[in-house]
């Protein structure tokens, strides 16, 4: 299977902390997509960024996209408890196909 | 319906059972995707719908997995003599509008059906 590859695989803050996610592909995109998923539950879409954006924010998160690193990062600031779930991020390797990466396990602890 | 909905939320089969798993989209939702989730990994493409066209479905790992979408709407997600490698969570999605480079194709995902091959 073709999935990109995120980095780290586990992370673990403190409260009020910023925590980053890297995420790489292998192939051209049109778009990329950050997703969450909660442990048992389906995921939840966090924000998009087209390939001709270099930096897009949401809330307490920040994406930046560099297409000929083919990377992207998620930065999220003053993180929560709350925030405790697996990141994915997912490029269109065709418009309606989405390839999603392994996943960043963050663990945020109050 | 407030979000996509997936029934049965577990199944457990016994190998060389046959299974269906629903999906109910979004109403007005043109476009359904399907994915399989294994444990500890990202979810993988299967298939996608636009409208009851399936038009591609180039992820679906065998001939015993099949899907449909007569009429546009529900979507149904059949494996046939399961095996303990099918064992996964499958997700389906649904969007708006076909998805297009230009055009938010934010996709809302159902909270998956467990499936255990036992």
């Known amino acids: 299977s073709q999935q990109g590859e995120e980095d780290p695989q586990a992370l673990s803050i403190q409260e009020g902390e910023n925590a980053t996610m890297n995420c790489s592909y292998k192939?051209?995109?049109?778009?990329l997509q950050w997703y969450r998923q909660n442990s048992g539950r389906g995921l939840v879409h966090l924000i998009l960024?087209?390939?001709?954006?270099r930096e897009k924010h949401s809330g307490r998160l920040r994406v930046t996209l560099d297409t000929s690193k083919k990377s992207s990062s998620l930065l999220i600031t003053a993180s929560r408890a709350a925030d405790t779930a697996s990141y994915f991020c997912a490029t269109d390797v065709e418009a309606y196909k989405y390839i999603f990466g392994t996943g960043t396990r963050l663990k945020v602890l109050a | 319906g407030a979000g996509v909905s997936q029934s049965p939320r577990y199944k457990v089969a016994k190998r060389g059972q046959d299974v269906a798993l629903r999906c109910d989209p979004i109403?007005?939702?043109?476009?359904l995707f399907w994915y399989q989730q294994a444990l500890g990994q990202g979810p993988e493409f299967l298939t996608y719908f636009q409208n009851e066209a399936q038009l591609d479905k180039s992820g679906l790992p065998s001939d015993r997995f099949f899907a449909e979408r007569p009429e546009g709407s529900v979507s149904t997600l059949k494996i046939q003599r399961t095996q303990q490698e099918d064992s996964a969570v499958y997700l389906c999605?649904?969007?708006?509008?076909?998805?297009?480079?230009?055009?938010?194709?934010?996709?809302?995902f159902g909270q998956g059906t467990r499936l255990t091959v036992v």
């Open positions: 192939t051209s995109i049109n778009n």
């Open positions: 109403s007005g939702h043109v476009s």
């Open positions: 960024i087209r390939s001709n954006e």
């Open positions: 999605a649904s969007s708006l509008s076909p998805p297009h480079m230009y055009m938010n194709t934010e996709a809302f």
